[in-house]
Each structure stands twice: as structure tokens, then as C-alpha cells.
């Protein structure tokens, strides 16, 4: 996805699991700026708009769950989301900067593809590449990209989808409205993934670009468990600094690698106020995991505690 958390208007982001030109795999990312012309809903062919409003209805559930305000679709982002799409599975690729005059580029996709978390995924067998509520089940466990669409203030969204059959790409604009809706509930909420109100989508992290268990020596894409996400409410004022998680599994204390913005080795994609918590072991089905989240704001030196549960 091409997303700036807190600091870079496009920086681009992609959650990869495997290679994104025609191998087997997931590839998730972002969007750019768009063309003169609005692709209307006829020009979509395949791009599913029933699926892609059963996408935001998914990202809608998870957002309401977790007390985050909901979102509305912009049409006119939805359609440079559109052109984005269609140029990856054109030309069967992941990509956040689309190149003038490969095939189906327009100035569209390449804003699409700039301010959207993206997903692509190719698969050998027709029909199997999967829907736009499959990509942003996807992204979510990307943790990146999850929080750029758990955004506390992120305003109207653009959902675009287009599959050939056997490859399928979705571009979701998280960017463009990022933080446009300044009311107080907003200001007031923080960000807590997963919970028991919204369980992870998968036990284990498959994968992301960019890799951010480069942080986390020893710790691989599917033997790592799936990402624990924190996010202090914007009228905290926080600024986050010896943050230490505890992940308890059954009674049982795990190890985790945490990382926050004055420590991501992959630069500025997280804001002051986040945090991503991986733990060693993938995550157990059933079981309840117990989440404890230690941390001093650096502006004012005031240690904070917060403490919640979920079952995978």
C-alpha cells in the first residue's frame, strides 16, 4: 500500500507473501494520483462492485468493532482504485508507481496506486484468486497496512477490484482522507487489534513489504505469530518510547519483539503513538491471549499501562 503513517505524504507499502508476478501467493500494498476521466461503474467489467461493497462492509465491521469510526466510499477515489487494480492484473504486477505506457496505465491508476493499501494474489486454478473482502482480511494481517486502514480519523475510502479469472488486485485509498474527520470520539480512540470483538485473521504473519521482523532478529514470515497493534488516542498526546509487551497464552508468558517508530529500522511508517507487538510462536486457535502494554511518553515521562484479551 502506498501509505505515509505520520510523517511522508506516498510512502509505499506492500504486504507480500510471495513473488506478485504470476507465482502462487498474496501480494497486499497501496495507491497513487489519477486520469482526467472517472471510470464509471460500466467501464468496471469484472471489477465486482457488489463484492467491493461487501469489502467495506468488512473493513466497516472490523472499524466498529474495535469502537473506530465507520467509513464512507468516495466514488471518484473508487475509480482511480479501479484503474489501479486493473493495471496490476494487466500487467502482473504489484506496484505503487504504475509506468507511463505500459498497458492500461493512466494518470488514475498511478494515483490509485499511490494512496491505496494493495493487495494482489495470482492463482493456477480460474476463479480462486479471491475477492475484495478476501484482500482486506488480507491486509489486515499485514500490520502496516492494517493500521493505515484502523486509522482513528481516516475519512471516505475509494475500494477498487479487478481479477482476469486467475489473477485478482484491490486497491483500497486509505491516503487521500487519511485524517480528515477531526471530531472528539476520534481524538478520543485507540487503536487495540485483535481483540474479543474482532479475533486476528490468521495465527501467523505471512508477510509484508515492507518486512518489518527486520526489527526482530530470528523471527520469519509464517513462524511468527500474527501482529498485536496499539495506537494511543490522538488526544493523548503521546509519544511513545520504552514500550515493552507481554503476550500471556494460557498463563503462560511469551516472547515478543516490539517496535515503535523511534526504533523501526524501516523508517517513518509508524506514528509516535503506535506500536506493533510480534510474538515468537504463532498464535493458538481457542485459546485466550492476554495483552499488556507498557510504555513512558517521552514528552512527559508518564509511564502508562493498558491490558486486553482476545481468542484467535
Given at each position: 500500500?502506498?501509505?505515509?503513517?505520520?510523517?511522508?505524504?506516498?510512502?509505499?507499502?506492500?504486504?507480500?507473501?510471495?513473488?506478485?508476478a504470476r507465482t502462487s501467493g498474496n501480494v497486499p500494498g497501496?495507491?497513487?494520483?489519477?486520469?482526467?476521466?472517472?471510470?464509471?461503474?460500466?467501464?468496471?467489467?469484472?471489477?465486482?462492485?457488489?463484492?467491493?461493497?461487501?469489502?467495506?462492509?468488512?473493513?466497516?465491521?472490523?472499524?466498529?468493532?474495535?469502537?473506530?469510526?465507520?467509513?464512507?466510499?468516495?466514488?471518484?477515489?473508487?475509480?482511480?482504485?479501479?484503474?489501479?487494480?486493473?493495471?496490476?492484473?494487466?500487467?502482473?504486477?504489484?506496484?505503487?508507481?504504475?509506468?507511463?505506457?505500459?498497458?492500461?496505465?493512466?494518470?488514475?491508476?498511478?494515483?490509485?496506486?499511490?494512496?491505496?493499501?494493495?493487495?494482489?494474489?495470482?492463482?493456477?486454478?480460474?476463479?480462486?484468486?479471491?475477492?475484495?473482502?478476501?484482500?482486506?482480511?488480507?491486509?489486515?494481517?499485514?500490520?502496516?497496512?492494517?493500521?493505515?486502514?484502523?486509522?482513528?480519523?481516516?475519512?471516505?475510502?475509494?475500494?477498487?477490484?479487478?481479477?482476469?479469472?486467475?489473477?485478482?488486485?484491490?486497491?483500497?485509498?486509505?491516503?487521500?482522507?487519511?485524517?480528515?474527520?477531526?471530531?472528539?470520539?476520534?481524538?478520543?480512540?485507540?487503536?487495540?487489534?485483535?481483540?474479543?470483538?474482532?479475533?486476528?485473521?490468521?495465527?501467523?504473519?505471512?508477510?509484508?513489504?515492507?518486512?518489518?521482523?527486520?526489527?526482530?532478529?530470528?523471527?520469519?514470515?509464517?513462524?511468527?505469530?500474527?501482529?498485536?497493534?496499539?495506537?494511543?488516542?490522538?488526544?493523548?498526546?503521546?509519544?511513545?518510547?520504552?514500550?515493552?509487551?507481554?503476550?500471556?497464552?494460557?498463563?503462560?508468558?511469551?516472547?515478543?519483539?516490539?517496535?515503535?517508530?523511534?526504533?523501526?529500522?524501516?523508517?517513518?511508517?509508524?506514528?509516535?503513538?503506535?506500536?506493533?507487538?510480534?510474538?515468537?510462536?504463532?498464535?493458538?486457535?481457542?485459546?485466550?491471549?492476554?495483552?499488556?502494554?507498557?510504555?513512558?511518553?517521552?514528552?512527559?515521562?508518564?509511564?502508562?499501562?493498558?491490558?486486553?484479551?482476545?481468542?484467535?
Amino acid at each position: 500500500m502506498a501509505i505515509a503513517i505520520g510523517l511522508l505524504a506516498a510512502v509505499a507499502v506492500a504486504v507480500v507473501t510471495a513473488m506478485a508476478a504470476r507465482t502462487s501467493g498474496n501480494v497486499p500494498g497501496t495507491a497513487p494520483p489519477r486520469d482526467t476521466a472517472v471510470a464509471d461503474d460500466t467501464s468496471r467489467g469484472n471489477a465486482a462492485t457488489e463484492d467491493m461493497a461487501l469489502a467495506l462492509d468488512r473493513l466497516n465491521t472490523v472499524r466498529g468493532d474495535l469502537g473506530l469510526s465507520l467509513v464512507s466510499e468516495d466514488p471518484t477515489l473508487s475509480a482511480h482504485a479501479f484503474e489501479a487494480a486493473r493495471y496490476m492484473v494487466t500487467n502482473e504486477t504489484l506496484t505503487h508507481h504504475p509506468e507511463p505506457g505500459r498497458p492500461a496505465y493512466t494518470e488514475s491508476a498511478a494515483y490509485g496506486a499511490s494512496h491505496s493499501v494493495l493487495s494482489y494474489r495470482w492463482s493456477s486454478a480460474a476463479g480462486q484468486a479471491g475477492t475484495a473482502t478476501d484482500a482486506v482480511n488480507r491486509l489486515l494481517n499485514a500490520p502496516y497496512h492494517a493500521l493505515a486502514m484502523l486509522e482513528p480519523r481516516l475519512g471516505d475510502v475509494g475500494i477498487g477490484y479487478h481479477t482476469d479469472g486467475y489473477a485478482a488486485a484491490t486497491a483500497i485509498d486509505v491516503m487521500t482522507n487519511r485524517e480528515s474527520t477531526n471530531d472528539a470520539d476520534s481524538d478520543r480512540t485507540r487503536i487495540m487489534f485483535p481483540t474479543m470483538n474482532v479475533p486476528p485473521t490468521a495465527l501467523t504473519f505471512d508477510g509484508e513489504t515492507p518486512n518489518p521482523l527486520v526489527n526482530c532478529p530470528g523471527y520469519l514470515p509464517g513462524q511468527t505469530g500474527s501482529a498485536i497493534l496499539f495506537g494511543a488516542a490522538v488526544d493523548e498526546h503521546a509519544s511513545i518510547s520504552n514500550a515493552v509487551a507481554t503476550l500471556t497464552v494460557a498463563g503462560t508468558a511469551t516472547e515478543t519483539c516490539v517496535i515503535t517508530a523511534a526504533d523501526d529500522r524501516n523508517g517513518p511508517y509508524l506514528s509516535d503513538n503506535q506500536i506493533m507487538a510480534f510474538p515468537a510462536q504463532p498464535l493458538q486457535a481457542g485459546i485466550t491471549h492476554t495483552v499488556e502494554i507498557r510504555w513512558t511518553d517521552s514528552a512527559t515521562g508518564q509511564p502508562t499501562t493498558v491490558q486486553w484479551t482476545f481468542i484467535p
